[in-house]
Nanobody, 125 residues
Framework: QVFLEESGGGLAQAGGSLRLSCAASGGTSGGYGLAWFRQAPGKEREIIAAISGSGSTAYLADSVKGRFAISRDSAENTVDLQMNSLNPDDTAVYYC??????????????????WGLGTQVTVSS
């Protein structure tokens, strides 16, 4: 069992920045892949960033590429999402998720079986 806890959400103005953090605990000595998903009102949950257990491979969705960055601290088992140049379309609940897959980064949603409760990000225009 892996437990995930997100922090850092809140309100930002368009063009501003926020940093989300996710602390992972449990599982077998960590090293599992982590990802950030988001779900906007009336829309499906989408993966926006992911990073492999080793941190050597990462993925960013086209919608956030150039604005967001994902990083992890394997020793602390945390993953951060730095969000810059925010716009109102980034308004959503952001979820941290973990997969037990220990290979290269995966964006297969079904492989992410552990989820945090989510943190709200609201961007005002």
């Amino acid at each position: 069992q892996v437990f995930l806890e997100e922090s850092g959400g809140g309100l930002a103005q368009a063009g501003g920045s926020l940093r989300l953090s996710c602390a992972a605990s449990g599982g077998t000595s960590g090293g599992y892949g982590l990802a950030w998903f988001r779900q906007a009102p009336g829309k499906e949950r989408e993966i926006i960033a992911a990073i492999s257990g080793s941190g050597s491979t990462a993925y960013l969705a086209d919608s956030v590429k150039g604005r967001f960055a994902i990083s992890r601290d394997s020793a602390e088992n945390t993953v951060d999402l730095q969000m810059n140049s925010l716009n109102p379309d980034d308004t959503a609940v952001y979820y941290c998720a973990a997969t037990l897959w220990r290979g290269p980064v995966t964006i297969t949603t079904a492989s992410y079986i552990y989820w945090g409760l989510g943190t709200q990000v609201t961007v005002s225009s």
